[in-house]
């Protein structure tokens, strides 16, 4: 009798529909307004140059970490390749689970990351991409080609962590939808 009555109001809540509170986005950003169109979908091309930003910013930041030392020994070595995974890791993950949704190559480029239902991506489906991306960079980049060729331009990272890359619209172009 007195674990039914301990468990009833558990019943009770768990019977009730969960919600999800608003994710923060781009000020002129809105994610609630799916079914995403096609052409919302960022190209190919924009998601290589906004890789290439990033790249370059990485390349910067491991090089004044002293990546680039010939007389590096093995340890030193090791440290460094830790760094870069590190770095690379947290630079992507932060950067796309924040209330901006891109990285610094991504807000040049004017594109965002969501998840599938165009929300904000918490931290660790951000990270999941994150380390998804080495499956996308094995085999010749493949992975990465694979946004050339899907139906909504995603990579290989962006099918394992349920994400989809974006063009950010603007509230201007959403009144003239209306």
Same mark, same amino acid.
């Given at each position: 009798?007195?674990?039914?009555?301990?468990?009833?109001?558990?019943?009770?809540?768990?019977?009730?529909?969960?919600?999800?509170?608003?994710?923060?986005?781009?000020?002129?950003?809105?994610?609630?307004?799916?079914?995403? &169109?096609?052409?919302? @979908?960022?190209? !190919?091309?924009?998601? #290589?140059?906004?890789?290439?930003?990033?790249?370059?910013?990485?390349?910067?930041?491991? @090089?004044?970490?002293?990546?680039?030392?010939? =007389?590096?020994?093995?340890?030193?070595?090791?440290?460094?390749?830790?760094?870069?995974?590190?770095?690379?890791?947290? @630079? #992507?993950?932060? %950067? =796309?689970?924040?209330? *901006? %949704?891109?990285?610094?190559?991504?807000?040049?480029?004017?594109?965002?990351?969501?998840?599938?239902?165009? *929300?904000?991506?918490? #931290?660790?489906?951000?990270?999941? *991409? &994150? !380390?998804?991306?080495? +499956?996308?960079? +094995?085999? #010749? !980049?493949?992975?990465?080609?694979?946004?050339?060729?899907? &139906?909504?331009?995603? &990579? +290989?990272?962006?099918?394992?962590?349920?994400?989809?890359?974006?063009?950010? *619209?603007? %509230?201007? =172009?959403?009144?003239?939808?209306?």
């Amino acid at each position: 009798m007195a674990v039914a009555a301990i468990l009833q109001p558990v019943a009770a809540v768990s019977a009730q529909p969960a919600t999800l509170p608003p994710a923060a986005t781009w000020p002129d950003f809105d994610g609630s307004g799916l079914p995403i &169109a096609t052409e919302d @979908y960022a190209s !190919f091309g924009e998601r #290589f140059v906004a890789l290439v930003i990033d790249w370059i910013i990485l390349a910067v930041v491991v @090089y004044a970490a002293g990546g680039s030392s010939e =007389e590096a020994d093995a340890t030193v070595g090791g440290i460094l390749v830790l760094l870069g995974i590190v770095s690379t890791w947290l @630079y #992507f993950a932060i %950067q =796309e689970s924040s209330n *901006r %949704q891109a990285t610094i190559g991504k807000r040049a480029m004017k594109i965002v990351v969501t998840d599938e239902q165009g *929300r904000r991506l918490s #931290f660790a489906r951000a990270t999941g *991409r &994150a !380390f998804s991306r080495m +499956l996308s960079g +094995l085999f #010749f !980049f493949l992975g990465y080609l694979l946004a050339a060729f899907t &139906a909504r331009k995603q &990579a +290989l990272h962006d099918l394992i962590a349920g994400t989809l890359v974006l063009r950010r *619209r603007i %509230q201007s =172009e959403e009144s003239a939808r209306c």
